[in-house]
């Protein structure tokens, strides 16, 4: 039972941070779920500042000074059709209009025109829990799919492209991301459904469209630890797997830093600023960035971001068949991370005196931070998200623990020491040994003191002759007996005894 006893108080501040992590997670899993949003965020922007300028996806940008020098958004149809003929000549392999051209206007023929004879994907709103029921064109591309009744999102409310325009292509794809409570868009919709049809995100009717294929992908359940459960495949492109997660969501990729996004004003485009041929094979997005248009959002790398850019790093990702996801397993792994913290910090908790107070807090600082890093790496190196905030809790908490410990076993023995001097010594002049600090010198004073040398009679005979056991009872019963009498509380009677 002693040895049990002593097993549970070295197991305590591992079980005691446990039990607070898990005790966090159930009751603020809010929070815990932030941490790791932000947490994973730093990562991203860490990832990206080494990332390279994509030259393969370019942005053909309205921004503010196109605004300035060709008028308010919305710009006519001829306009639009302009700009998009200057791509054309400039050699691009697919344009991607990232807006909608909801309503019917004067020259939308001259727009179709210019659609119908070049490889072009088109967008449409398909909004999630809206407030309204709002049902503005008519939605294109759907196709029947039995995933409507369950992992894919439900739409109750459209913007579409008027007819005549949205029947100019055959590819169309929707631009609605997923926003997380705190406004920052971190996922995209795989798809969308609506009464029954599934509706394909921007980015994978644009892979499709831009392999002359249908929007034609499956989904495919996956085994193993670190698998993603769930993925798409196109049934013409079977080496590009893009991971779904549970709610049918692609996490979106900032593998790309803002810089490296390569962007050219619509303005220079359309005045023939442009070197000949720079798009030549590029898949290019048209969409605005100017203030006011109503196309941003908050991503982890800013918090004012045109919503183009949201597309450009998931076609980018696309084509570097790099999206990331979280494995099925990533519970099993974070546990075995937490076991791995447990021993490290056990292995801390040898430590002695001041070494064990100090050190145990400064350790799990450090794992905590390795932790972080350790996430933030596999990332960039596998792809594999693995949310590091429980963990960091975890040992955060241990190192707490294990600095309680040590403090309490420090403050203990202390105590023992202060006990055992007071049973031989005065009390005064016990607390008084026990707080010095040892020191190579003397610390001399006068005291005034009452001595009293009580000895028995043959007991150096005794000593020799009796086991070890015998005479310690002996002195034992010797001392009781003379302790039992009751002595005056007097200085006097106090310095006697010493």
């Known amino acids: 039972m002693i040895i049990r006893s002593e097993y549970l108080k070295q197991l305590s501040p591992y079980g005691g941070a446990l039990l607070i992590t898990m005790a966090i997670s159930w009751l603020a899993s809010g929070g815990v779920a932030s941490l790791d949003a932000r947490l994973t965020d730093t990562a991203w922007q860490w990832i990206a500042a080494e990332s390279k300028v994509e030259q393969r996806v370019v942005i053909v940008d309205i921004d503010e000074a196109s605004i300035a020098r060709y008028g308010a958004w919305p710009w006519s149809r001829k306009q639009m ?3 998009s003929a200057q791509i054309t000549e400039q050699g691009a392999s697919l344009q991607i209009f990232d807006m909608v051209f909801a309503a019917k206007k004067q020259q939308d023929d001259l727009l179709v025109a210019q659609l119908k004879s070049e490889s072009i994907v088109l967008s449409q709103i398909l909004a999630i829990d809206a407030d309204d029921n709002t049902q503005v064109g008519v939605l294109a ?3 029947k799919n039995v995933l409507c009744n369950g992992l894919y999102p439900q739409a109750n409310a459209y913007i579409a492209n008027n007819k005549q325009i949205g029947n100019a292509v055959s590819s169309v794809g929707h631009i609605t991301p997923s926003v997380d409570k705190d406004g920052i868009v971190r996922k995209m919709p ?6 029954g049809k599934a509706y394909p995100a921007l980015a994978l009717a644009a892979l499709a469209t831009a392999m002359a294929e249908p929007v034609n992908y499956v989904l495919e359940q996956t085994g193993g630890w670190l698998s993603p459960g769930n993925q798409l495949k196109h049934t013409q492109l079977p080496e590009i797997i893009i991971p779904v997660s549970d709610k049918g969501e692609i996490l979106l990729p900032w593998w790309l830093s803002r810089n490296s996004l390569l962007s050219i004003s619509a303005a220079d485009m359309l005045e023939g600023n442009v070197p000949k041929k720079m798009l030549k094979g590029a898949w290019v997005l048209i969409g605005s960035t100017a203030f006011g248009v109503g196309d941003a959002v908050s991503t982890p790398q800013a ?5 183009v850019e949201v597309h450009a790093q998931l076609l980018s990702a696309l084509l570097d068949n790099k999206i990331p996801y979280q494995p099925q397993a990533v519970n099993t792994l974070l546990y075995i991370c937490m076991a791995g913290i447990t021993l490290i910090m056990w292995l ?3 430590l002695k005196g001041r070494l064990l107070i100090y050190g145990a807090p400064v350790a799990g600082v450090v794992i905590a931070l390795g932790v972080i890093i350790g996430s933030a790496v596999i990332l960039k190196t596998q792809a594999i998200l693995i949310p590091p905030a429980l963990a960091v809790i975890y040992t955060l908490l241990t190192g707490i623990m294990v600095t309680v410990k040590g403090y309490s076993q420090n403050w203990s023995e202390n105590q023992r020491l202060y006990l ?3 049973s031989y010594l005065p009390e005064h002049a016990a607390k008084w040994i ?6 190579s010198s003397l610390a001399a004073h006068h005291e005034d003191a009452f001595v009293l040398y009580v000895d028995l009679r043959n007991f150096s005979n005794w000593c020799n002759q009796l086991p070890a056991e015998q005479t310690c009872a002996i002195l034992h019963t010797f001392y009781t007996f003379i302790y039992s009498f009751d002595t005056p509380k007097t200085p006097a009677a106090k310095g006697g005894n010493f």
């Open 81 to 83: 059709a302009e700009l």
């Open 141 to 143: 591309t759907g196709t």
């Open 190 to 195: 795989a798809y969308i459904c609506r009464n």
């Open 303 to 307: 918090a004012v971001v045109g919503g």
């Open 348 to 350: 801390v908790s040898r």
């Open 420 to 422: 055992n001097l007071s």
């Open 434 to 439: 026990v707080k010095q600090t040892p020191s």
